[in-house]
């Protein structure tokens, strides 16, 4: 069988090697090989598993987070009383004197939002929504 794309060398060391003796291999051989693929393919099988159930915990996760986000009320249209802010801005001016009065007020603000926002499911009852907050009506 000569190969047109082949060098006359190749071609030469092509029947070369398919006239000479061949050997069968031992048949620990084949029954190794025949094992090795068997434990392959079902480690590969056990990982395929994997896959599917930890997409479905992050789906399951997503899920739960979603629902508790949109289930929770969170009062973010609250005014700052100036009792509580004012005080609180001073404090802060003094603290760090190289602020302004303004980035001060502006960061009074920001702690006491911060300090306020609590997420609280807001679970049916069949009465009113109670939309208070610290006490205080809003």
Do not use: F
Request: include cysteine; glycine fraction near 6%; hydrophobic fraction near 45%.
């Amino acid at each position: 069988m000569t190969d047109p794309w082949l060098s006359p060398e190749l071609d030469e060391i092509q029947r070369a090697l398919a006239a000479g003796p061949r050997d069968d291999p031992p048949s620990r051989l084949r029954a190794r090989i025949i094992g090795r693929v068997q434990a392959e393919l079902r480690g590969k099988k056990s990982a395929l598993h994997r896959y599917p159930l930890a997409a479905a915990a992050a789906l399951v996760w997503l899920n739960l987070a979603l629902s508790a986000t949109n289930a929770t009320w969170q009062p973010l249209d609250v005014p700052a009383p100036r009792a509580v802010v004012e005080p609180l801005a001073r404090q802060i001016g003094e603290l760090l004197p190289e602020l302004s009065r303004g980035d001060a007020r502006r960061l009074a603000v920001l702690y006491w939002a911060g300090s306020r926002v609590v997420p609280c499911p807001d679970v049916p009852s069949g009465r009113a929504p109670d939309r208070r907050v610290w006490g205080e009506e809003i």
